[in-house]
């Protein structure tokens, strides 16, 4: 079983999830998301919620990742139970942005992250181990801040972090620099 958690960013999610929810339902027909989020600051809203969660695996999306193609889902599957007897693994990202630097497992398309390599925490769609991204986050920080403040957590964290070499699931970005993209939002309108 699959579940899926999209962390939605208050400010913005009035316009964002109506096309969230139209490019998900075509893309991963069958497949049913939960929607979290709050008034909160980004990760206190995440910490609250992933602290609650039934279960120790999650695929994570943000609201304004719109699906652009259909999700291979037997893949998406394979990472989820990957993850869940390989307790060493802290999460697997489902699309090569960036891509894993090192070979790892009998998967050809599943790499793993060097502790060096840029980007080794990212929000792009990724399936987490909930323990290791609340390891992860900290109070009071947005999005954004996981990323760019996370990095350095993830690795000195004891965490392995994979990844895909194709994409399982991708996306085009609505939102750019807190502003929805008018070239995706045409796109969106003309599915």
């Given amino acids: 079983m699959i579940t899926v958690t999209v962390m939605a960013h208050t400010k913005t999610m009035a316009s964002t999830l109506p096309h969230f929810r139209k490019m998900f339902a075509k893309n991963w027909q069958g497949q049913s998301f ?25 695929v994570l999306m943000l ?22 007897v390989h307790l060493e693994i802290g999460c697997i990202r489902l699309n090569p942005c ?21 980007y080794i925490l ?11 991204l609340i390891d992860l986050m900290r109070e009071g920080e947005s999005a954004h801040d996981l990323e760019r403040l996370g990095q ?7 965490w392995r972090f994979l990844g895909t070499r194709e994409n399982l699931i991708s996306i085009n970005n609505l939102m750019r ?5 008018p070239a995706v939002l045409d796109w969106v309108n003309s599915q």
Avoid at 49 to 56: C, E, P, Q, V
Avoid at 102 to 118: A, H, V
Avoid at 152 to 158: I, P
């Fill in 98 to 118: 960036p891509g894993p630097e090192m070979d790892y497992s009998e998967f050809p398309w599943l790499g793993e992250f060097s502790r060096t390599q840029d």
């Fill in 152 to 158: 350095q957590r993830a690795r000195d964290s004891k």
């Fill in 63 to 84: 609201d304004d990742y719109l699906l652009s193609d259909h999700v291979d889902h037997h893949k998406v599957n394979l990472c989820c139970n990957y993850l869940r």
């Fill in 122 to 132: 990212s929000l792009q769609p990724t399936v987490w181990r909930v323990s290791c």
């Fill in 177 to 181: 620099m807190g502003d929805i993209d």
């Fill in 34 to 58: 939960t929607i979290a989020g709050s008034d909160k600051v980004w990760s206190d809203a995440a910490i609250d919620y992933f602290s609650t969660l039934d279960g120790n695996v999650t």
